[in-house]
């Protein structure tokens, strides 16, 4: 491996820009690290360039751990997005800066000057000054700046951002040139996805600090598992949708469609088709749509296809944000032709191919005893600030008894699409123990004016739930730049022969969790009481939220008294599964 | 006119060169020349008996040797003062910025005798260095440490934005290509900021060399070791001879003139090194 990340994090005043970044980068591979502005991206090229130190986590380039080794004996190369040329020198003093720091003897210099600027196409500028040069120019000056002294890694940052189009294209073309011609593992940052396309062999997604996900761009534009790539890697529409055992369907809850769980559904929009009536569609039915705005790009026809009532409230999102009674809609020139639409034309909407999203969270529903309380419920910062950065929505329940009184319990088992959200309150326990008994399997325990979390605690009580707690865990996560913590407690009594087997299953977790679910955690092992335990953790610093993982609703009550017994004072969610019968 | 006319968004350019050869020749040009016409009114004997007067050419050699004394101390310590004050964030950074401007804004006798207090034998500091044998009052010592402090802000505040200019890109960037700590800043960061301290330099070499207020203060105005150019001059205006007093003046009009022409001849070699012609 030539670049190997090991749980890199990098804080400023304590909030991680880098938040436990792990990934191998293979000889002579062109990495591309994509992510919005402000993802951390750049932060994490400067670290393996040693620009910026680490705070935890280990780097290493060909085997060779530089992690604390200072930026000029790592032996990278670096281009900047503003070129960071010397003006007062030529091109030739830039190019051969990096040899006369290593007291290259004049004729090897000169030697390797023409043979970098012939690689980059400037023969014969040797002379002149970066102010004398185009900007396109000036970046090929700095590619060659970077690959004179060999080095082994080429370290890119965002180097077509200050450069036209036209340009653009064509330094793309050059790097990647050069990038195959020496074989030189390469890592580019960019905010750019189609430049990420066009030149990676991996993409690498970031957003809030976090390597989201890592494949190649086919893959994670085919196969996104989380909302975010889904999004910004091409445009997307996200449809909430419920799935059963025989496929995905969109109708809203409560149709009788049977026992279905909800689910994240990602559509291209290049995957819908549009005809006159529904039974003229070749694909899946969606639903009933008026075209709203078509723009024509030349090959493709943009649109915007308002959905008729009812169907509205499935859309989540789509690349472009903003209101979510549309669905993003392009077709090729054949499509075109077969079916003319003009704005204000009333379509059947057919989908061909639907991507499930493997997250367990699909959306959130606040449930109370009357309704101001759900409404001030469905308003509480955390659960917002959750459902926005999820990209998803906060449905409303005013549930009569919700486990506290006797009165009349309407809940259906479909009733909880999602995860259940609850204020603490005296009952806590009951109301949740209610609501897991009642067909919800996440129930999101707030406080009033809960602060957004900047650590999380992960615990499970048994094996049954872990499977399930950590994919709700890292789905959660994704979404937040808190760091993740997983909690083993073992009782005080453990025998000093049991502990390393507390160990074990504390690697083993962390382990899963990273193969698994892409989600680094840290690990800690503790002594003594659960409840008493978790209580504690929580305690010792502020914006803390607790993921509990259960998988006996009856006894709740009983064995977290601790934590539920009083109104609870921070983020609790609750992830339940029901054990296997047959276990 | 039109020959040396350049395009430009603000109308009114024959308004405003009108206005500014009028006020340069009004301020600057006309007393100026007003002093060389009086001094051509002397004999070339008389004359050169006033100007070549061994205590006359003592003091030059004390306002012009301190002047670049100082400027030079300023050249250094006012480029570390400005470092720091761009690099580095430290409590009271704020406060200590404030206070560069400090001798700007006094008036030069009240830093001339703060100097002197201080300075003198049984001053604050004086005291410590009189047993070394080290007198700074009342010597030339006094001049150059006067000198640097009215100097001083005008090195600071030349260099400052030079530096703040200067791109971390740059650093990082020779720092990726192998290059210690001491040849980015040989290398880089000087090449970069120098035409900005040959400025402040200048700035306050000029400034040293007209300066009277402070100096006379902790000079102790000995004739042919403390005294400075200006200071003469006085003299001479005192003993109401002002021909005499002219011609000093010219002396250090000529001499000043040649040494900023020099050092701006200097700079603009410089900056054609890093700016080079069109694009």
Same mark, same amino acid.
């Given at each position: 491996m030539s670049i190997t990340l090991d749980q890199v994090t990098k804080r400023y005043q304590g909030v991680p820009?880098?938040? @436990?970044? %792990?990934? @191998?980068? #293979? @000889?002579?591979? +062109? +990495? /591309?690290?994509?992510?919005? %502005?402000? %993802?951390?991206? $750049?932060?994490?090229?400067?670290?393996v360039a040693g620009l910026t130190g680490v705070d935890h986590g280990r780097i290493a380039l060909h085997g060779r751990d530089v992690t604390h080794i200072s930026a000029r004996d790592r032996g990278v190369g670096?281009? +900047?997005?503003?070129?960071?040329? +010397?003006?007062h020198m030529t091109v030739a003093d830039n190019i051969e800066f990096g040899l006369r720091v290593r007291r290259m003897r004049r004729a090897e210099r000169l030697a390797r000057r023409?043979?970098?600027?012939?690689? /980059?196409?400037?023969?014969?500028?040797?002379?002149?000054?970066?102010?004398?040069?185009? #900007?396109?120019?000036?970046?090929? /000056?700095?590619?060659?700046?970077?690959?004179?002294?060999?080095?082994?890694?080429?370290?890119? @940052?965002?180097p077509f951002g200050a450069l036209d189009a036209k340009i653009r294209e064509e330094l793309r073309r050059t790097i990647r040139q050069v990038q195959r011609e020496l074989g030189i593992t390469t890592v580019l940052v960019t905010h750019d996805q189609e430049e990420a396309f066009a030149l990676a062999d991996r993409i690498g997604v970031m957003n809030l600090g976090r390597l989201l996900e890592i494949g190649r761009p086919d893959e994670l534009y085919t196969r996104p598992t989380t909302r975010f790539v889904a999004t910004f890697l091409g445009a997307a529409n996200l449809l909430l949708a419920r799935q059963n055992r025989q496929g995905v369907h969109f109708s809203t809850p409560g149709d009788g469609s049977g026992r279905s769980q909800e689910v994240v559904a990602v559509i291209r929009p290049e995957e819908i088709e549009l005809a006159p009536a529904r039974d003229q569609l070749r694909s899946t039915y969606l639903a009933e749509g008026r075209v709203d705005e078509i723009v024509f790009t030349g090959a493709l026809e943009r649109m915007r296809v308002r959905l008729n009532d009812g169907s509205t409230q499935a859309v989540l999102a789509h690349s472009n944000g903003g209101d979510t009674a549309f669905l993003e809609v392009t077709r090729a020139q054949h499509e075109q032709r077969a079916f003319q639409v003009t704005t204000g034309q009333? /379509?059947?909407?057919?989908?061909?191919?639907?991507?499930?999203?493997?997250?367990?969270? $699909?959306?959130?529903?606040?449930?109370?005893?009357?309704?101001?309380?759900?409404d001030r419920l469905s308003r509480e910062p955390l659960l917002v600030e959750l459902a926005t950065r999820m990209k998803t929505r906060i449905a409303t329940h005013v549930e009569p008894c919700l486990g506290i009184d006797d009165g009349p319990c309407a809940a259906t088992p479909d009733a909880f699409a999602g995860a259940a959200v609850i204020g603490a309150q005296r009952d806590t326990a009951k109301s949740v123990r209610w609501l897991l008994e009642h067909g919800a399997e996440e129930v999101l325990v707030l406080p009033q004016n809960a602060s957004s979390p900047q650590r999380v605690l992960i615990y499970w009580d048994d094996e049954a739930s872990r499977a399930a707690t950590l994919a709700v865990s890292a789905s959660l996560l994704r979404h937040l730049s808190a760091e993740a913590v997983y909690l083993d407690i073992l009782p005080d009594s453990t025998p000093a022969t049991q502990r390393p087997h507390g160990m074990r299953a504390l690697l083993d977790a962390r382990s899963e969790a990273q193969a698994v679910h892409g989600l680094e955690m840290r690990t800690e092992l503790r002594f003594g009481d659960v409840a008493g335990e978790l209580v504690r953790q929580l305690t010792e610093s502020p914006d803390q939220l607790l993921i509990l993982g259960v998988s006996d609703a009856a006894g709740l009550e009983q064995r977290f008294r601790a934590l539920l017994g009083t109104e609870p004072r921070w983020p609790l969610l609750v992830v339940y599964r029901a054990p296997e019968p047959d276990a | 006119m039109s020959a040396f006319r350049q395009p430009s968004v603000l109308p009114g350019f024959g308004l405003t060169f009108g206005f500014t050869t009028f006020f340069l020749s009004a301020i600057v040009l006309l007393p100026l020349a007003a002093l060389v016409l009086m001094s051509m009114s002397m004999h070339w004997k008389e004359f050169l008996d006033v100007v070549l007067d061994p205590r006359a050419i003592g003091s030059y050699r004390l306002s012009f040797g301190a002047s670049m004394l100082a400027a030079t101390i300023n050249l250094v310590f006012g480029f570390i003062i400005a470092w720091t004050l761009v690099r580095y964030e430290f409590p009271g950074r704020k406060i200590i910025d404030a206070l560069i401007d400090m001798p700007f804004a006094l008036p030069t006798a009240v830093s001339g005798i703060a100097l002197t207090t201080v300075f003198a034998q049984n001053g604050w500091i004086g005291q410590y260095l009189e047993p070394f044998g080290i007198k700074v009052a009342y010597t030339w010592i006094g001049v150059t440490v006067a000198l640097t402090l009215i100097g001083m802000p005008f090195m600071v505040r030349t260099v400052q934005p030079a530096l703040e200019e200067v791109q971390r890109d740059l650093e990082d960037a020779a720092e990726t290509l192998g290059a210690g700590r001491f040849y980015v800043f040989r290398r880089i960061i000087l090449p970069t900021v120098l035409p900005a301290m040959l400025t402040g330099f200048t700035l306050a070499f000029a400034r040293a060399v007209g300066e009277y207020g402070s100096v006379i203060f902790i000079s102790g105005n000995l004739p042919m070791k403390t005294e400075i150019t200006p200071l003469l001059i006085v003299i001479k205006l005192e003993e109401f001879n002002y021909r005499g007093a002219a011609a000093l003046g010219t002396v250090m009009l000529a001499i000043s003139f040649v040494m900023l022409l020099a050092i701006? *001849? *200097?700079?603009?070699?410089? !900056? !054609? !090194?890093?700016?080079?012609?069109? !694009?």
């Open positions: 820009v880098v938040n @436990d970044a %792990s990934v @191998d980068i #293979g @000889d002579g591979e +062109f +990495f /591309v690290l994509l992510g919005p %502005s402000g %993802s951390g991206k $750049s932060t994490l090229l400067r670290a670096l281009v +900047f997005q503003n070129y960071a040329l +010397f003006r023409k043979e970098m600027l012939r690689l /980059v196409a400037l023969e014969g500028m040797d002379e002149r000054l970066p102010a004398q040069l185009s #900007g396109g120019q000036q970046q090929r /000056v700095a590619v060659a700046r970077a690959l004179a002294h060999k080095p082994e890694v080429l370290l890119l @940052d965002e009333n /379509v059947a909407i057919g989908v061909r191919r639907v991507h499930v999203l493997p997250t367990p969270l $699909s959306s959130f529903t606040a449930c109370a005893l009357t309704a101001p309380e759900v | 701006n *001849l *200097l700079q603009t070699w410089g !900056r !054609r !090194r890093v700016v080079a012609v069109g !694009r």
